[in-house]
């Protein structure tokens, strides 16, 4: 597959997960975060909402990952609201990698956020 998104060095599967979301290029923030995270140097990014910042981290962190089923990527967001947005969105982009991701967060029963941990993941959104 050959793409704007894979010419910044996301693979195939990614691709494919952020062409099913409706991406067809990627945004300033995206083209320019993408390949210094994938080269594991360090980012600190600012852009507008709406600019696609999740995009633009969580792509190269879930290439990175690759499949391994253990907690390695930890994301902390300050509200319940931003931490299942970013959940969803690693849920979508790595809709085609054998990547499992969960949330956790408080004010509800912890049953099957327990669960989920107990099954092994890879990347968990939490407050």
Do not use: N, W
Request: aromatic share 8%.
């Amino acid at each position: 597959m050959d793409t704007a998104f894979t010419k910044l060095g996301l693979s195939d599967a990614l691709a494919f997960g952020v062409q099913e979301m409706g991406y067809v290029e990627p945004t300033p923030i995206q083209a320019q975060a993408i390949p210094v995270v994938l080269s594991g140097r360090d980012l600190i990014g600012s852009a507008q909402t709406g600019t696609g910042k999740t995009a633009a981290f969580a792509l190269p962190i879930i290439q990175k990952l690759g499949t391994h089923g253990k907690l390695r990527c930890l994301i902390l967001e300050p509200t319940r609201e931003l931490a299942l947005q970013v959940e969803e969105a690693f849920q979508k982009f790595s809709k085609f990698t054998d990547l499992r991701v969960t949330i956790v967060y408080g004010g509800v029963g912890y049953g099957k956020q327990l669960e989920d941990l107990r099954g092994g993941i890879d990347i968990l959104a939490a407050t």
